[in-house]
């Protein structure tokens, strides 16, 4: 049907009330009719309106505590008709079926319910049938029926509406149709992944994946690629559920490098001290603790200047006003952390380009959560990896133990190097990285890389010997050879910490030996590609 439609008559059955009694209200000041159900239809009578009981139309009470209501031929028939179908006509015409021109309806909250640890036995009992039932019914009828599913579309049916002079256009109605169908695959998702989930099958024959528009964003990686932001409905704190308090938006780009910094930064815990990480494509430019939080981002800043340039820079405290005043020395792409002070934000508030994300707390980096990735004709889904050691999980394996500075100090940089693109080094003295090798096809150049930015770090700060002297150094996975090690001493690391289980274990612990290192083994590895 190509044709603009009058609504005369529609059913409204929605779970979450939001602008409902305002919905109704323009409706019938627009001569529709409404039929209803149970807490709806009262919500409307209360509120003045006149509203007929999809009871009274069906001739059937609700039932069985609301599960049986609308799943009846006087509904359905209302809804699936073809209009211009003789046949269909003279079907509702005999069977005395009113024609259904608008349906509003939103789901039981299966979503929330879940989300609010529910048992078992509540999460079905809020799992909707009759209202997908009806939307999927109404959806594939577009032709004839509106169909509304998200509060947020009210206003734009009215607006079609009054632009129509009471009617819908045929674009406006399969614009609805979409996004029924969409959150009707949402829904179905939920509640197979939920199901999935409590029978402790991580890999179902079926695995269906959903989320909901944030943004259009201006583009992807690069200029000529079309992209978009969906979000999961998950509460985890991170860029998908923090607040903007000021500048244009996020890009495609910022929002994967402002997640890469947020989680890299909730590993390590507000209460044991400041911490920042200072990120660039992806990977750390920097990372580190301090007394403060603004010591913490110098530190951080002096791991690899040139890099922290346009860079996203992630605070596991409160931002306060002394480091927003040394952040905005140079330019900074987005900063996000748990929260920033009025000082922060009144000082931010002169760099209208600059971002600023809170999140209302750290993400949980031990919480268990699937990752995707889409590969050409499929996806991968892993579980995230959320693996973590203490000193008790830690191998010493040399001759030499490392002392309680260097232990804490690895720990440190292990936490990093989980959050680096693999192959990765990380160098770490005091509590900061001092030099970062990322993603390089061989470990040795990932060695050579961070010793180098580290020894360009120090002549560019004028010291007399490269920040790699006296560090630690981590390697997400083993050494396939001394020459990767061998490479980390000649930088002035003093002791290694890497997961072992190289067929030529023993050859790179002598030759650590022989350095004069210690080295520990942690028995896992954290590749990240």
């Known amino acids: ?43 409307l009578r209360d509120a003045g309106l006149e509203v007929r009981d999809v ?23 209302g809804l699936l008709a073809l209009r211009d179908n003789d046949d269909h006509v003279a079907a509702m015409s005999e069977h005395g ?41 109404a959806a594939k009828n577009h032709g004839f029926v509106s169909v509304v599913v998200d509060t947020e579309d009210y206003d734009a049916l009215l607006a079609d509406m009054d632009h129509n002079d009471g009617a819908t256009s045929p674009a406006f109605r399969r614009t609805l149709a979409q996004t029924a169908y969409a959150r009707t695959a949402a ?66 780009n910022n929002i994967n490098d402002t997640d890469a910094a947020f989680e890299l930064v909730s590993e ?17 430019c920097g990372v580190a603790r301090g007394q403060t939080l603004r010591e913490a981002y110098m530190r951080a800043f002096d791991c690899d200047r040139t890099s922290a340039f346009g860079g996203i820079i992630a605070l596991n405290q409160t931002l306060d006003g002394a480091t927003a005043e040394e952040i905005c020395q140079i330019f900074t792409e987005v900063v996000i952390a748990p929260d920033a002070d009025a000082d922060a934000m009144g000082i931010f508030a002169k760099k209208k380009n600059l971002r600023l994300l809170t999140t209302g707390a750290l993400a949980d980096p031990s919480a268990a959560m699937q990752t995707i990735r889409q590969v050409s004709g499929g996806y991968l889904m892993q579980d995230k990896d959320n693996g973590k050691i203490t000193v008790d999980d830690l191998k010493v394996v040399t001759k030499r133990a490392p002392t309680d500075a260097e232990m804490a100090d690895m720990l440190f940089a292990w936490k990093v190097a989980k959050n680096v693109k693999s192959n990765a ?94 080295m520990v083994l942690t028995g896992m590895r954290h590749f990240r590609h």
Request: proline content about 5%; aromatic content about 6%.
């Open 1 to 43: 049907m190509t044709q603009n439609l009058p609504i005369r008559r529609a059913l409204l059955s929605v779970s979450d009330k939001t602008g409902l009694i305002d919905l109704g209200t323009a409706l019938v000041a627009r001569g529709v009719e409404l039929l209803s159900t149970g807490g709806s239809a009262k919500a």
């Open 425 to 518: 080094i990380i160098y770490v003295k005091d509590g900061a990285t001092v030099g970062v090798g990322a993603g390089q096809m061989s470990r040795v150049d990932s060695c050579r890389i961070a010793a180098r930015k580290a020894q360009d770090m120090a002549d560019a700060l004028g010291l007399p010997a490269a920040l790699t002297q006296g560090s630690v150094v981590a390697s997400d996975a083993f050494f396939p050879f001394a020459d990767g090690l061998l490479t980390a001493a000649e930088a002035g690391a003093t002791a290694v910490i890497h997961p072992g289980g190289s067929m030529r274990d023993d050859e790179v612990i002598a030759a650590a030996d022989e350095a004069g290192l210690a």
């Open 55 to 77: 009871a009274e139309v069906t001739g059937f009470p609700e039932m069985m505590d609301g599960r049986v209501k609308t799943l009846h031929p006087m509904v359905h028939g």
């Open 268 to 284: 390590f815990d507000a209460a044991q001290g400041p911490t920042c990480a200072i990120i660039k494509h992806a990977n750390p």
């Open 187 to 252: 829904y179905d998702a939920a509640v197979s992944n939920w199901l999935a989930g409590a029978l402790g099958n991580k890999a179902p024959r079926r695995r269906a994946v959903a989320g909901t528009l944030a943004q259009v964003l201006r583009y992807g990686e690069n200029p000529h690629q079309a992209a978009a932001f969906y979000t999961d409905g998950s509460a985890r704190p991170g860029v998908a559920t923090a607040r903007q308090h000021q500048g244009k938006e996020l890009s495609y």
């Open 97 to 137: 079926i009113g024609a259904i021109d608008l349906l509003v309806v939103n789901l039981y909250p299966f979503e929330e319910t879940v989300a609010k640890g529910a048992d078992y036995d509540t999460c079905v009992e809020n799992i909707d049938i009759g209202g997908p039932a009806m939307i999927r019914a």
